[in-house]
């Protein structure tokens, strides 16, 4: 199935373009993309337009809603003209996103008064966020559900037949849809995302997702594990574990005869082909134990590269963020990276830029903590106050924007020297490269990953998708490296 990725220029882009423009995203970063799933045809009577924002788990969820009203009748359309119920699956992380989302509203209004039947619902983080005040401010809306609520969803759309409003925001302690097989729309059949833990309990003061996400759960092991092992009888080579935290996932047996922490989840993934490649993201600073990182250097097949948020290079602004790690503690985790997986372990990082009281002293140890590691890629953002964080409560957003965006525009520029120079160490040498995708610009080309996550792009002479080829790599620029099959 192809996989309609749309991009539009206006929304949530993250400062730095992520280093696809080819191969998959990155699996747990508000992305600027909008996803719309594509159209099934199997002949149920009402069709079904989701188009999602935000970060993977967000693409992910749009899959478990998409299964869970395939079984209500509804085949998905991916186009709005047709479509009988309209969902926006929301991200509230940066002010943008959320602007983005009005936007699109009010352009769906436009489209609904000239057809009235059509039923629009909020599904997400901002529906979370903004619960019923949606329905109030949103006229159009006839539909508020939040990430927890999507099982009553059936419920709440006959609720709206019906001819009234419908909300549900509870959140839970225990839902992770592990039952739930995920329709795969947008899948290019070779790589997949898999849900491993939902919420999160982490209380960074800047961040919206533990009010958005609710409290961190972590899925049942064997049912990761089957899924791992579906995918893998389909077909695909690749997997993500994805989480906001995966580090501290943790699941135990309710006999407590069985404990798993994410090194063992992680060993138990790989163990499953030595064909499959698996990755995963988000790792926490203060979580990512060595267990983990010696387990990716025992097998193969977990690719290397971690994605290590460090938001900000000062102590004091990280302890602000309520992090919950400082400086030195960070450039130790860097050193235990380099130390048990060598050289050859890319890393990559968030950074906010203008957080709360941040002097230009403070700033400068972010440009000099990115010296430190020479990150392979980064994330980059300015801080954007969220309503009801610990940091809007207690703390005045005091940086002005003209500086938040001139010292976010300096750390933008210091990290594409870094993956200018990342790639150019790229060049010459050979690398294993999963084929994933017809190029962008041209169908004689394909595009995949390196272990590291570095795109590369390749004429595909008999190679086709889902190859491991190796490919050694003649050229490069910020983002991609060119290279010829060997
Ligand atoms: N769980 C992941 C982060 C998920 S949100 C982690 O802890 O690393 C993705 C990124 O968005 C964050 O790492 C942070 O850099 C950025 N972000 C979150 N809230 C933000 C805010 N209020 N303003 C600017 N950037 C923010
Ligand atoms: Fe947000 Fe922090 Fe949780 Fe990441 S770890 S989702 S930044 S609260
Ligand atoms: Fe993801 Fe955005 Fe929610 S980043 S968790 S969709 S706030």
Redesign the pocket.
């Known amino acids: 199935m192809s996989q309609p990725l749309i991009t539009l220029d206006f929304l949530d882009t993250p400062a730095l373009p992520t280093p696809a423009t080819d191969a998959a995203t990155h699996a747990h970063e508000?992305s600027g993309e909008v996803r719309v799933n594509p159209a099934t045809r199997t002949g149920k009577s009402r069709k079904l337009y989701i188009e999602s924002?935000?970060?993977q788990?967000?693409f992910s969820d749009s899959e478990i809603v998409s299964s869970i009203l395939f079984n209500e009748g509804f085949d998905t359309t991916d186009s709005l003209e047709g479509a009988d119920l309209v969902l926006l699956n929301?991200?509230?992380?940066r002010e943008k996103?959320e602007q983005t989302v009005r936007m699109r509203l009010s352009q769906i209004n436009g489209h609904k008064k000239r057809n009235p039947g059509l039923l629009v619902g909020v599904l997400?983080?901002m529906a979370e966020r903004l619960k019923s005040k949606f329905l109030e401010e949103e006229k159009l809306v006839d539909l508020v559900v939040g990430p927890d609520a999507y099982r009553d969803l059936p419920q709440l759309i006959q609720q709206v037949d019906g001819g009234q409003k419908a909300v549900n925001v509870l959140l839970s302690r225990e839902e992770t849809y592990a039952d739930i097989t995920p329709v795969r729309l947008n899948s290019n059949g070779i790589t997949a995302f898999i849900s491993i833990m939902r919420g999160c309990d982490n209380m960074c003061s800047f961040c919206?997702?533990p009010f958005?996400?609710g409290r961190e759960r972590s899925r049942d092991a064997h049912s990761i594990v089957q899924e791992a092992r579906d995918l893998v009888a389909q077909g695909y080579k690749e997997v993500t574990l994805l989480g906001?935290n995966v580090d501290s996932y943790k699941w135990a047996a309710d006999d407590g005869s069985e404990q798993v922490n994410f090194a063992q989840l992680l060993e138990r993934v790989a163990l499953i082909s030595p064909e499959l490649r698996v990755r995963f993201s988000t790792s926490h600073p203060k979580d990512i134990t060595d267990e983990v990182l010696h387990t990716m250097a025992r097998y193969d097949n977990i690719c290397k590269y971690i994605h290590l948020p460090a938001q900000s290079g000062n102590s004091r602004v990280l302890a602000l963020m309520n992090r919950t790690y400082d400086r030195p503690w960070y450039e130790e985790r860097v050193q235990a990276i380099r130390r048990i997986l060598g050289e050859d372990c890319a890393i990559s990082t968030d950074m906010i830029s203008g957080f709360c009281s941040e002097t230009e002293e403070e700033h400068q140890d972010t440009l000099s903590l990115m010296e430190y590691v020479h990150y392979d890629m980064a994330y980059m953002f300015f801080y954007s106050e969220r309503p009801g964080t610990l940091a809007a409560r207690k703390l005045e957003d005091d940086v002005p924007l003209e500086v938040k965006k001139r010292r976010l525009a300096e750390v933008i520029a210091l990290q594409q020297q870094h993956s200018r120079l990342r790639n150019l160490r790229g060049v010459g040498q050979v690398h294993r490269v999963l084929a994933e995708n017809f190029s962008k610009r041209s169908d004689e080309h394909l595009s995949g990953r390196n272990s590291q996550n570095q795109v590369v792009i390749f004429p595909k002479k008999h190679y086709k998708k889902g190859d491991y080829v190796d490919v050694l790599v003649h050229e490069s620029t910020t983002n991609t490296l060119l290279g010829e099959a060997i």
């Not at 929301?90 to 992380?93: A, N």
Request: one cysteine or more.
């Open positions: 508000p924002y935000g970060c788990m967000n929301t991200c509230s992380i996103a997400g983080c919206v997702v958005t996400r906001q």
